[in-house]
């Protein structure tokens, strides 16, 4: 299932169009959708550990091309969350 995938994907760190988890938490906010313009440290996303939040930030200027996770879900520290292109 799409679940299960999204948690075998894991964050490349150099590659700064993927956005990934940097704590164990669940997915509090997503705050963009596939085709927003995200500026580079603009925070696109939020999560929530043990009632701390933590921003997501993007790493780089571009388009969301692809959003992996929902809000709720609970994901793990390096995984993947969404994908960036530049544009």
Avoid at 15 to 37: E, L, M, R
Avoid at 38 to 61: D, G, H, L, W, Y
Avoid at 62 to 80: A, C, F, M, R, S
């Amino acid at each position: 299932t799409l679940i299960i995938a999204s948690e075998l994907l894991h964050l490349e760190p150099e590659d700064k169009s993927q956005v990934g988890a940097s704590i164990p938490g669940a997915v509090a906010n997503i705050a963009v959708k596939v085709g927003d313009k995200v500026e580079e440290n603009q925070t696109i996303a939020t999560i929530e550990a043990m009632k701390m939040e933590t921003a997501v930030i993007a790493r780089m200027s571009g388009v969301v091309e692809e959003i992996i996770v929902q809000e709720g879900d609970t994901v793990k520290g390096g995984q993947l969350l969404m994908k960036l292109t530049e544009g």
